[in-house]
């Protein structure tokens, strides 16, 4: 099936002499083809010339049979109303005609493409795929697959469619249109080419899916200011953000080039458009692999120990956490750039975690290494565990992004076991305690504490302790194992927070009371499932 028709010729012949490479003329022709955009440059440029040398009774070109049928298509309309024959400042530049077909073809093959500025020339060469190879191989990522992705400077948006609005022109003539989501969009066709050398080069697929990303970023100074005119035009396409360094964005100008009227785009920009002096340059080859989640379960035995770092107006107060003590080690295996710790919920510096622990769970961002064994992560673990005596990890595996949802169940959701050393200022007997062995569901109104009102907004949390057991010590001390709904502050539970909770230990008891020492004793999410360790 042919590529290119009759009614391709005229748009062949404008394209190429007005310094459009062989591939973006494909695209604004429509052709859907992948495999005829990865013939070589050269061979593309001769086919070219051949079909404009053809009898133009001829509909087909022999040179461009290929099996895959286009993806794209012009439609047949009436002509659209419009503005005819304009040049710059209010009009499209006449195209001289191609008399000399031979000096336009050579002058096509040595420019820069005044479209893509040399993406699909210099760029889609092997030179520049082995390139990005090398940069991918150096890097020492572990993938059994890539997405590939683009970026491209803003301004090619703007030149795109001044040659849309050159050859919508032309087609008016013939009586034909062509909307601009029928031309094969720059990075669809780009992709198409770089996708089938990569893989090769790599041995791995293209996969959309995958979670390792080579990217390659283009830039192209000398044309960096063409999309500015926009910004008069349209000032409300482009608001400052504090994300971006500029406010020409691609999805900006995309949309002003929406927005900007046909005659008021053009008495701005010239239509064709120049051809540069340059190549795109391609700035930034990188590689990306998508994060990596580890849980399991902590207990800490130190009360000196924060469970994230404690930095108070920049100055560190304790040199470790737990959130170090075990993401270090995770974070050399892995070979990660950063990692994100989250758990369901979090004790003081001062209070111990004990029983079956607390769920963790660690995000690696961008690991090198991906692939571990269930015995490699067990081996993890015990590394863990004999580099320090404050901290133990239990049940550790690799888990899945949707996964971690459960993490947080336990945070509001789930009932959580405490044991509080408690002293008394009046002496108490076995008999003054009892009774709270028999209080069940008991609703408490928590303001939020001092000690946290820094960081946590002021709010009445209602919580409820579900059962309490007591257990004497002396005249002034007992225990006490408390099952509480997740989210209850015990501390401020025992000594009342200035009445901020009530009812409390002090108020039950009609004494004051403060807590010495806290330990949870197991938080009740049944997750991540439980190994054999």
Known sequence: MSSLTEKDRPIVQLLLNSGTCPRCILRFCCVGSQTLYRHPY?????????????NQEEEDTVCFDVADPPCKRIRLEHAEEGPDDLNHNGALQR????????????NSAVKVCNVCLGILQEFCEADFVKKMCEKVNSADYQFTSFVFSVSLP???????HAAWLLVKQEMRKLGLSL?????????????????????EELGVPADGKSLFEVSVVFAHPETDEECHFLATACPDCFKPSKNKQSVFTRMAVIKALEKIKEEDFLKHFPCPPSSPKNLCAAVEIQCNNGAVFVAGRYNKYSRNLPQTPWIIDGERKLESSVEELISEHLM????????????????????????????????????????????EMKGFQ?????????????????????????LKEGEEEKTKTYSALIWTDKAIQKEDIAFLDDIKELKLEQ????RVLHRRPLAVRCRIIHTMKSEYVD??????????????YIKEFVHGDFGRTKPNIGSLLNRTADILELDVESVDVDWPPTLDN
């Open 42 to 54: 050269k061979d593309l440029m001769k086919n070219l010339k051949e079909f404009l040398k053809n």
């Open 95 to 106: 195209i001289p005609s191609l008399n000399d077909e031979n000096t336009a073809m050579e």
């Open 154 to 160: 803003p301004q090619l948006s703007v030149r795109e």
């Open 179 to 199: 909307a601009k989501e029928d031309i094969v969009q720059l990075k669809e066709a780009y992709k198409w080419i770089i996708h089938p050398r990569l893989s």
């Open 332 to 375: 050399a295996e892995f070979k990660a750039d950063s990692f994100n710790f989250s758990s369901s919920g979090r004790e003081d510096v001062d209070v111990r975690t004990l029983g079956n622990g607390r769920p963790f769970a660690i995000e690696l961002v961008n690991p090198r290494r991906i692939h571990f064994t269930a015995e």
């Open 382 to 406: 015990q590394t863990i565990n004999n580099s320090s005596d404050k901290i133990q990890v239990r049940d550790l595996q690799l888990v899945t992004r949707s996964a971690i949802g459960r």
């Open 447 to 450: 303001k939020t504490p001092l």
């Open 475 to 488: 005249e002034h001390h007992f225990r006490l194992q408390l099952k509480t709904q997740a989210g209850t």
